[in-house]
């Protein structure tokens, strides 16, 4: 196994709910499965005008609720350098997939760039993107934090095929 960690980017548009939401579960069950200490995780978001923002407060909200501690959340940009960064980037969307493919450095970064909900059992083809909550209520962050959990726990139970040495 690699002595390096291995690092895991989740991004989405602005980095003030899908994205900071996912990065906060997945270090939850990565504590849980004790793997946090051989895989790091961060978010960021494709535009940068949220750029040193607290997450969006529905969002934090629905996170505390379900027991989670969202406070530590600044939001970032992704950039081209995440390629160098990351082993596995991971969009929420089609929309943040195609802004990160064109970022891409090489061909061959591009292999580190999948779809978020690619680990979701419930997912389909077309049904794949982990839904923008921001234009609505409560109940769209509680979908997207459903939704979150689930693909997280299938990542999870993956990272050992994904962690094989590169």
């Known amino acids: ?17 899908r994205s900071p939401m996912a990065d906060v579960v997945l270090q939850d069950r990565l504590e ?3 793997l946090a200490h051989r895989v790091e995780v961060a978010s960021a978001g494709t535009g940068g005008w949220h750029e040193g923002e607290k997450m ?14 969202p406070s530590r959340h600044r939001a970032r940009t992704f950039d081209t350098d995440w390629y160098a960064q990351y082993d596995l980037l991971l969009a929420m969307d089609a929309s943040n997939y195609l802004d990160m493919a064109d970022q891409a450095p090489t061909d061959e970064q591009l292999r580190q760039l999948r779809m978020f909900r690619e680990f979701d059992p419930e997912a389909s083809e077309n049904d794949n993107e982990v839904p923008d909550p921001w234009y609505g209520g409560d109940d769209g962050f509680r979908h997207v934090l459903a ?17 094989t040495p590169r």
């Open 32 to 34: 849980k499965a004790g």
């Open 56 to 69: 969006d407060s529905r969002a934090a909200d629905v996170l505390r609720a379900a027991g989670y501690d």
């Open 1 to 17: 196994m690699n002595a390096e960690p291995f690092r895991v980017g989740l991004v989405c548009l602005g980095n003030i709910c």
């Open 147 to 163: 939704m979150i959990e689930r693909t997280t726990d299938q990542l999870v139970a993956r990272l050992p095929e994904l962690m």
